[in-house]
Every structure is written in structure tokens, then in C-alpha cells.
């Protein structure tokens, strides 16, 4: 995980550099600066620098990966992932919920505040769908 932490400094780097450049660029002979692709680097920027920072301070933490050791072997990085659900309806009504939320401003905003509260539903179902039937703790 250094790595990658170092990767998302890098491009925090980067796209900061990426800003003064295309302000510079794009800076017209009355000194205005196109405002919408220079906030959408430094926001970029930002949020590399945001993950950068986490993964950092996460790295301190924890024990070393095998993919942090320059010697290390396939077979290290072996073993179980996580518990990863077969089937589930969940992500289904969310989108269909989300879809529902979206129509709001096209046809009236009372659709988006009934999608609102469909969506508590739907997201509860989705977070709590292992504490029911044969999966209750």
C-alpha cells in the first residue's frame, strides 16, 4: 500500500502542476482565466492529495502486504479476500431508485422526495441484508 500511496502523491503533483499550466494556458490578454477546467484540476488535485494522506496515515497502522516487498512471491499474496455476497436484489432497487430520484427534476420535484424515501429503504435493505433469514446473527 506505499506504493500506491506514493502513486496518488505523484499525482496530486502532477495535477497541480496541471493547473498553473492551464491557467497560464488559457488566460486571455485581460488577464481572465477560464475558471471551470482550473477548478476541475485543483479539485483533482485535491482529491489525489485527500487519498494520498489516507493511505499514508493507514500505512502506519498495518503490517506490510506482500506487494510492498520487492522480493516478495505470488504465493504470499495467497489466501481468502473477503466474503463477497452470490446473489442479491439490493443493487437493483437502488439503481431503480436512483433512477426514480433523477426523474424528479424532469417531470416534478415530489417524485425526487418519494425516490428520497424509497432510497432509505432500498439502501437499509442493501446494508442489512445479511442480518435476516439464514444469515440472522
Same mark, same amino acid.
Given at each position: 500500500?506505499?506504493?500506491?500511496?506514493?502513486?496518488?502523491?505523484?499525482?496530486? +503533483?502532477?495535477?497541480?502542476?496541471?493547473?498553473? +499550466?492551464?491557467?497560464?494556458? !488559457?488566460?486571455?490578454?485581460?488577464?481572465?482565466?477560464?475558471p471551470i477546467g482550473l477548478t476541475?484540476?485543483?479539485? !483533482?488535485?485535491?482529491?489525489?492529495?485527500?487519498?494520498?494522506?489516507?493511505?499514508a496515515v493507514t500505512t502506519r497502522?498495518?503490517?506490510?502486504?506482500?506487494?510492498?516487498?520487492?522480493?516478495?512471491?505470488?504465493?504470499?499474496?495467497?489466501?481468502?479476500?473477503?466474503?463477497?455476497p452470490p446473489t442479491s436484489i439490493?443493487?437493483?432497487?437502488?439503481?431503480? +431508485?436512483?433512477? +426514480?430520484?433523477?426523474?424528479?427534476?424532469?417531470?416534478?420535484?415530489?417524485?425526487?422526495?418519494?425516490?428520497?424515501?424509497?432510497?432509505?429503504?432500498?439502501?437499509?435493505?442493501?446494508?442489512?441484508?445479511?442480518?435476516?433469514?439464514?444469515?440472522?446473527?
Amino acid at each position: 500500500m506505499k506504493v500506491q500511496s506514493k502513486l496518488f502523491l505523484w499525482m496530486a +503533483v502532477f495535477f497541480f502542476a496541471l493547473s498553473g +499550466v492551464y491557467a497560464f494556458a !488559457t488566460m486571455t490578454s485581460d488577464r481572465h482565466i477560464e475558471p471551470i477546467g482550473l477548478t476541475v484540476f485543483i479539485l !483533482t488535485g485535491l482529491m489525489c492529495a485527500m487519498i494520498f494522506g489516507y493511505m499514508a496515515v493507514t500505512t502506519r497502522h498495518m503490517d506490510d502486504h506482500p506487494e510492498d516487498d520487492r522480493d516478495g512471491e505470488i504465493v504470499q499474496g495467497a489466501g481468502q479476500l473477503g466474503f463477497f455476497p452470490p446473489t442479491s436484489i439490493w443493487p437493483f432497487w437502488c439503481a431503480l +431508485v436512483l433512477a +426514480v430520484m433523477l426523474l424528479g427534476p424532469v417531470f416534478g420535484w415530489w417524485i425526487t422526495i418519494l425516490g428520497g424515501a424509497l432510497g432509505v429503504w432500498a439502501v437499509c435493505g442493501w446494508c442489512y441484508e445479511f442480518y435476516v433469514g439464514e444469515y440472522r446473527h
